[in-house]
């Protein structure tokens, strides 16, 4: 009796603890399929407030292919809004739910343009498809925004609710006072931190403290110092410059003082400049303070810079990353770089085949030679086979390291890209948009190299060179089955201080 009461307890533990898994199980279901109707209903918000329409849809797969396509070319041109690629994952699949099933089930409602979820009738769940990755979505024309970018009239924008508004011709006229003009400064007697030879940056001998009295005339200022040669950049040759404060007072009315450290010291012919210097300041100080305030403070900076810069690169990639099922290949000193499965799985029990060729880059380093400051001179050259890849084998990102050897300097400037590689699905109709390409994320960003005690920056950019691929901005396009190739150029300039 007690061995059949223990089996009767254990089977309805056994029984409580089925029917909580089970509950779980349905929750978690239920749960997901929550947060993808939520997220497909934002997205169809999204999509027809920027001119996505869903009139007269009913069935729910339109509603996803609508979801999943892009603005077409010529639409995206005049499009104002952020959107205008595929609002959700290519991938999203209906898995149908019979209306015997437990389960609860999606369905589209056309009134209401949105999805919802019941317990019964028939329905579906969402799921991914592996197999859409790399498939073509389709484009549309969507309808515009009240504003859009101008393809009528000469002005930025294009309005829906509006007529063109007419450029306006001409100049606007000013009445200008006939008000004679003084040209006097109002007195200062307040210090500042230049610390003037006189103590203070103002002087004159200011106004009456007595309201009713008649207030002083307003004294003139002495002009502000004028340099000759002007500050800038000049030829590392030049220095030191010999610089000249070429507006001096008459003797009677000022005195010129200059500062090139933390004191101020009387100007006498000229000032000489030595290679990367701090700046200069010069103040001319009125002589009799009743009759001219202080001038104020002019500064000038002087650049000696190199007429030309030679050297070398060395160049290669590293770090790929991508997919779980990333192939690559890194060969000739990391110079090239192969990512991506060219074989293609007919899925009948025949051996894969390859088609075409992989995806391929590889890069070529470039000497320089007497090259000025402010030109752009290539330091490599970038090229890009756009091949063939399947199953997710292909690389999303990949380091680019360059070395700039500069003559006379004893160690390189390090420079490392990140380059972003965009594997964009294949449309036989538009080539433009089925060309993969290359996001040289950093290649904005400033670099320094000091050549003889002075500091300079130096900025890269890249170009395509060729009639297969084309760039904008930090990007670089090759067309679908083709080979082109960018050049990464440089260019130094001074630093500024």
Known sequence: MEFLCALIVIAILSSISIIAVGR??????????????????????????????????????????????????????????????????????????????????????????????????????????????????????????????????NWVWDHTTSEVPVTHLGADVATISNAPDTGAIPTDTTDDDKGGPRGGDGGGSGGSDDDDSTPDPVIPQLATPQFSPPPGNYPETSFPLTVTIVNLPPSTNGTAYIRTGRSWTLYADQIRVPGNSDSIEARFVAVDPEEFQDSDIATAIYYPIVTGVSGSSQSAFHSPSGGENLDFELTNSNQNFT???????????????????????????????????????????????????????????????????????????????????VNTPNDPTDPVASADYVRLLNIGEPHSITIGGVQYDVNLSVEATDSFGFSSSNQFHVYEGNSSTAEISATITPASN
């Open 24 to 153: 779980m199980v349905s929750s978690a279901k239920d749960g997901k399929l929550q947060n993808d109707v939520a997220t497909l209903n934002r997205a169809i918000k999204l999509y027809q407030a920027n001119g996505g329409s869903l009139q007269s849809v009913t069935e729910p797969q339109i509603v996803l292919n609508k979801l999943k396509s892009s603005r077409s070319r010529a639409d995206k041109a005049l499009h104002t809004g952020a959107p205008s690629g595929r609002l959700i994952d290519i991938r999203i699949v209906m898995l149908p739910v019979s209306s015997g099933s437990d389960d609860k089930r999606a369905f589209y409602d056309s009134n209401q343009r949105k999805f919802r979820i019941r317990s019964e009738g028939t329905g579906f769940t969402f799921d991914l498809d592996e197999n859409l990755n790399e498939s073509f979505t389709g484009l549309e024309d969507r309808s515009p925004g009240a504003v859009s970018y101008a393809s009528e009239s």
């Open 339 to 421: 990512h991506g499965s060219n074989e293609f799985d007919p899925g009948n029990g025949d051996p894969p085949v390859a088609v075409g060729l992989p995806n391929e880059m590889s890069v070529s380093s470039l000497p320089f030679q007497d090259v000025p400051p402010d030109t752009a001179f290539p330091i490599a050259n970038l090229t890009y086979y756009n091949g063939n890849s399947y199953y997710n084998s292909h690389a999303s990102s990949v380091s680019l390291n360059l070395q700039l050897q500069f003559s006379g300097q004893t160690e390189p400037l390090q420079i490392d890209i990140a380059l972003d590689l």
